[in-house]
């Protein structure tokens, strides 16, 4: 055992780590990351390029060999906590140390991955290790006991608390926390958060503190003084061809139409290969700029520098930044002035929610979920820990205190996403940490009326902490639901896992995934449903199988079929029995709307055919869409209901250039930062948009006219047989007042036209509409269907053709 305790040391010192403390024997799997460091050799890259190659790309080399050398302790290993250590293993940190003494309780399934039943009663982290190892073999994970020491093996079931010298927590003692790059604490009250923040300093290691419960959830960070950000945006440097610069103390560059600048006051570029103004190329030559219009930047004084005669480019150069943060006691007396704000939302909200997180832990015991007792017992707790002088949402804070007794998985895999990549960006100095708090709820999301609190009591079983929050109404819809996630990438992972721990397709309910892809080892570093011995099976299948052992009552269906793909098994009667469609594939792409006209196969790297053909599915029929993707640092969700918002494919992304520099799309920083694992299954960060309208004007014998929306439709159904087309046409003239003058598939085939040749005509007319939706397609598609078609109608008084609302013809062969 001290041979083996000696080179796990020698192997952590050879690649510059220095672990606070060695345990008096070492588990199995230190015994294994020793051996696997060891075997590497001393001149192994220390960069696994084939795991890491996706994040790779968004954080460079220099910041994975930060992480690479990184020591973490974790303290909190509550739902979000689970989530927090998860994140970390994945991205590649070399040490991650977890403690949490605590208990677990059955209401802690509802919202961790890393418990199971027969934990109970055991401490969190007496699993933690055989866990979270398997999620990366590049990281040593320890779990430390209640002294603060590694906890041998076969010590797991440890649940002691050991104060310190002066009756506080272990890590309160004088270097118990030396030598930690970042310290995690999850779910803390702010007591002890005050403390741990001081140690922290003391120590060195900057300090990432989160919090959820029920429906909201907060991050607060503290990196310390003269914190160096290398690389604030991790956006590309900007560059664009020059139109002309002029030479004067005031120099103008002008860029060319085709490439605006995107720059901001203050950024820093330099010039190349400019055609008569050598000088201004000069090496290390650079100019701090002004913008003043989107192609259009003062450079100041270039005179010297000769005349533009052509040619050229700017470049800018990314400068290092150095900020301030203010441990977290002197944080929260400023809590006003630090505070990071979320979709515009007013301060006021999160300045309530501070309060809340702050009353949360003060509550007395003995108020029940749900209950008015324990909303007016957080009011009040909130009002104490704010002081007499603030104003706060008293309706805000009796809603989160109703729904504060439990834990949500996606509140806790969203929160714990954004916790996870601060503690990255305190490591490697890349993107800007959040300065230095940011709340955030979806309290809007509770069923209305809310849930009584008999509805919210425990009931003994892993959804309690579900139920304490939204119900066990809410609950039941999901245990019946159906669902359909498409594609099983990280983002479908994320999915799955929370319909698994939140109990959906439990009770007669099914959720099925396709995913027409196999597992690559570059899936391993944010897929988080996958294994090393996963690979080379489909993604599908393997995510359904881990989903069942996160939660054996889970009931899901995997597929390999790409969707809207002859023969696949997506058909109508498919679509139509779903309670719900969650569009999950990664990467997101810009969208055209050119692409909605698409017909045929889509195929699985088609990112944005695959999408747009689940959004007409689900306009079709009419069903809820929760749409993601992400794209580097960057997401976004979209949640689109039937009649109330705008669909997916409503509207096109705009060109690249033409996107604000505030916005999301092109700079996180002023938005939400850089983020590189997110949760956002149930979340939505955009406001609804509401779906827009159409007027058909009023008909020649002056028939009223109408307003429809892209959720409207006429549907029609040939009853006991099959309607000939000119009976749909005469249907259609007679629902709407107006002539027919198009009719054709969904797609653009044209089926009847006034103007058509006669005999064409009658020919056509003369068929069942699904005959000659068969012959105008090119194939036979037997068996009963619903089938779009879409109509223009002659406006006699504008004499103009308008749209008409999709058709939807129930065809009986």
């Not at 002008?254 to 000088?279: K, N, S």
């Not at 219009?293 to 003062?298: A, D």
């Not at 990255?424 to 993107?431: H, I, P, R």
């Amino acid at each position: 055992m001290m041979v083996a305790s000696m080179m796990a040391v020698l192997a952590l010192s050879a690649a510059g780590l220095s672990p606070p403390r060695l345990p008096a024997r070492t588990s199995r799997s230190e015994r294994r990351f020793a051996l696997r460091r060891l075997r590497g050799g001393a001149t192994a890259d220390p960069i696994d390029e084939k795991l890491y190659s996706r994040q790779l790309y968004v954080m460079g080399r220099a910041a994975q060999l930060s992480l690479g050398s990184a020591s973490v302790l974790l303290l909190g290993l509550t739902g979000l906590g689970a989530e927090v250590s998860k994140n970390l293993a994945l991205a590649g940190v070399a040490q991650l140390d977890v403690h949490d003494a605590e208990e677990a309780s059955l209401a802690d399934l509802s919202s961790s991955w890393l418990l199971k039943p027969e934990d109970v009663g055991t401490a969190r982290h007496a699993q933690a290790v055989d866990r979270l190892a398997p999620l990366n073999e590049h990281v040593r994970v320890r779990a430390l006991g209640g002294d603060g020491r590694p906890l041998a093996e076969g010590d797991g079931q440890a649940a002691c608390r050991l104060a310190g010298a002066d009756g506080g927590e272990w890590w309160e003692r004088e270097g118990a926390i030396d030598g930690y790059t970042v310290v995690v604490a999850c779910d803390m009250p702010h007591a002890p958060l005050a403390r741990l923040s001081a140690a922290a300093r003391a120590s060195g290691a900057k300090l990432v503190a989160c919090w959820s419960a029920g429906l909201a959830g907060g991050v607060f960070v503290d990196c310390g003084e003269a914190f160096v950000v290398s690389d604030p945006t991790g956006e590309p440097p900007r560059q664009a061809l020059l139109e002309h610069v002029s030479c004067g103390e005031e120099g103008v560059a002008t860029t060319v139409q085709e490439q605006p600048h995107g720059l901001q006051d203050g950024d820093v570029v330099r010039f190349e290969g400019v055609r008569g103004m050598e000088a201004l190329c000069a090496e290390g030559r650079t100019f701090a700029v002004r913008a003043t219009g989107r192609h259009t930047l003062s450079v100041g004084d270039t005179r010297g520098c000769g005349e533009f005669v052509g040619g050229g480019r700017l470049v800018q150069v990314k400068q290092p930044v150095s900020l301030d943060f203010k441990p977290f006691e002197a944080a929260s007396e400023e809590v006003g002035q630090l505070l990071h704000e979320v979709g515009g939302r007013r301060a006021s909200r999160s300045l309530t929610l501070h309060a809340a997180f702050a009353g949360l832990h003060a509550l007395p015991a003995g108020c029940p979920p749900g209950s008015d007792q324990r909303g007016a017992a957080l009011l009040a707790a909130a009002r104490e820990a704010a002081g007499g002088g603030a104003e706060l949402d008293e309706a805000l804070l009796v809603r989160f205190g109703r729904s504060s007794g439990g834990a949500l998985a996606p509140v806790s895999s969203f929160i714990g996403g954004v916790a996870a990549q601060e503690a990255l960006k305190a490591v490697t100095g890349k993107f800007t940490p959040l300065r230095q708090f940011l709340y955030w709820d979806a309290l809007e999301a509770l069923p209305a009326p809310p849930p009584a609190a008999a509805e919210c009591a425990p009931r003994g079983d892993r959804y309690d902490g579900s139920r304490a929050v939204i119900g066990e109404a809410a609950l039941a819809a999901l245990r019946r639901g159906r669902y359909f996630v498409v594609g099983a990438g990280a983002l479908g992972c994320e999915w799955l896992k929370c319909l698994a721990l939140l109990g959906a397709a439990t009770d007669g309910g099914v959720v099925h995934v396709t995913d027409m892809d196999q597992i690559e080892r570059s899936n391993l570093n944010r897929q988080f449903l996958f294994r090393p011995s996963d690979l080379g099976a489909p993604k599908s299948t393997a995510a359904a199988a881990k989903c069942a052992q996160l939660n054996p009552a889970f009931r899901a269906v995997a597929h390999e079929a790409a969707v809207g793909a002859p023969g696949s098994p997506f058909d109508d009667a498919f679509w139509g029995g779903l309670d719900g469609v969650i569009s999950a594939l990664d990467n997101v792409m810009v969208r055209d709307q050119r692409a909605r006209q698409r017909d045929g196969v889509i195929s699985a790297l088609d990112n944005v055919a695959a999408r747009l053909h689940v959004d007409r599915m689900c306009v079709l029929h009419r069903k809820p869409l929760l749409e993601s993707g992400t794209a580097g640092t960057k997401a976004n969700t979209q949640v689109v209901l039937p009649g109330l918002t705008a669909s997916y494919g409503a509207s096109a992304d705009p060109p690249d250039d033409d996107i604000p520099v505030c916005t999301v799309k092109a700079f996180p920083y002023a938005f939400w930062n850089s983020y590189l694992k997110l949760g956002f299954p149930l979340v939505a960060l955009s406001e609804p948009e509401p779906p827009e309208t159409f007027q058909l004007p009023a008909s020649a014998d002056g028939a009223r006219g109408e307003a429809w929306s892209e959720w409207s439709r006429v549907e029609v159904d040939g009853g006991g047989g099959e309607l000939r087309l000119s009976q749909l046409v005469a249907r259609l003239e007679e629902r709407f007042g107006h002539e027919v003058s198009f009719l054709s598939t969904s797609g653009g085939m044209l089926l009847y036209s006034p103007l058509s040749p006669p005999a064409s005509q009658q020919r056509w007319l003369s068929m069942g509409v699904g005959a000659a939706v068969d012959e105008a397609l090119g194939g036979g598609r037997g068996g009963e269907r619903l089938v779009q078609l879409q109509a223009s109608l002659y406006d006699e008084e504008s004499e103009e053709d308008v749209e008409a609302p999709p058709i939807l013809y129930r065809r009986r062969d």
